[in-house]
């Protein structure tokens, strides 16, 4: 079955840079979209980006723009969220979601980044 | 892009039915048919409940269910349990630069 597993919890400095992970198996790894979402404590869902099947190519929120990247390891199955110039604000739990074109069967776990000093 | 909007929170007794309402504009809930629904409780990953404005997962209760007028979706809970209780989010595609967009959310409270 789908399964998507995240890397572990961060503590980071406010100006850092975070990495978060996602290994997916169950499924031929290119044929499904990923996406991220972030989850700030006691806030709504709030969608940041996508790394598209078969080819990809990459799309962000504005709200991200040249903070975010997406990238992926076809080789290990595994996509990368990687955040910049952190802030408070950054707080959150960051869930990787992927399934059907518009619309998520299948969520990771959750990766909780605390941004503080 | 703005979040649709959610009421807060709604609240119901067991057995009732209650109605959660999502509205967009005509970029997004009004103009795709690409409306799902989320339920999230404390401390969990979301879970998809309805996709394509009405279409239940297989695994989920008939007791869900999802309709769409105009530029505003609805997810309807019928005969309310205690499990019911949590969060609910939509979710749409949309036409702006970024193609997906959440709603505020909704607590769910059953009494």
């Known amino acids: 079955q789908v399964q998507l597993v995240q890397s572990g919890a961060e503590v980071k400095k406010p100006g850092a840079s975070v990495k978060v992970s996602c290994k997916a198996s169950g499924y031929p790894f290119t044929t499904y979209s990923m996406h991220w979402v972030r989850q700030a404590p006691g806030q709504s869902l709030e969608w940041m980006g996508w790394i598209k099947d078969g080819n990809g190519d990459t799309q962000y929120s504005q709200k991200f723009q040249g903070r975010l990247t997406i990238t992926w390891d076809t080789s290990a199955s595994t996509v990368y969220m990687d955040l910049t110039s952190l802030r408070s604000e950054d707080t959150a739990v960051f869930y990787c979601?992927?399934?059907?074109?518009?619309?998520?069967?299948?969520w990771g776990q959750g990766t909780l980044v605390t941004v503080s000093s | 892009q703005s979040a649709l909007t959610q009421p807060a929170s709604v609240s119901e007794s067991p057995g009732q039915s209650i109605t959660i309402s999502c509205t967009g504009t005509?970029?997004?809930?009004?103009?795709?048919?690409?409306v799902s629904w989320y339920q999230q409780h404390r401390g969990k990953a979301p879970k998809v409940m309805i996709f394509d404005v009405s279409s239940r997962p297989s695994g989920v209760s008939h007791r869900f269910s999802g309709s769409k007028s105009g530029n505003t979706a609805s997810l309807t809970i019928s005969g309310l349990q205690a499990e019911d209780e949590a969060d609910y989010y939509c979710?749409?595609?949309?036409?702006?630069?970024?193609?997906?967009?959440f709603g505020g959310g909704t607590k769910l409270t059953v009494l």
């Open positions: 979710f749409s595609y949309t036409s702006s630069s970024a193609p997906w967009v």
């Open positions: 005509s970029s997004d809930v009004g103009a795709y048919n690409y």
């Open positions: 979601a992927t399934g059907s074109k518009y619309f998520y069967d299948y």
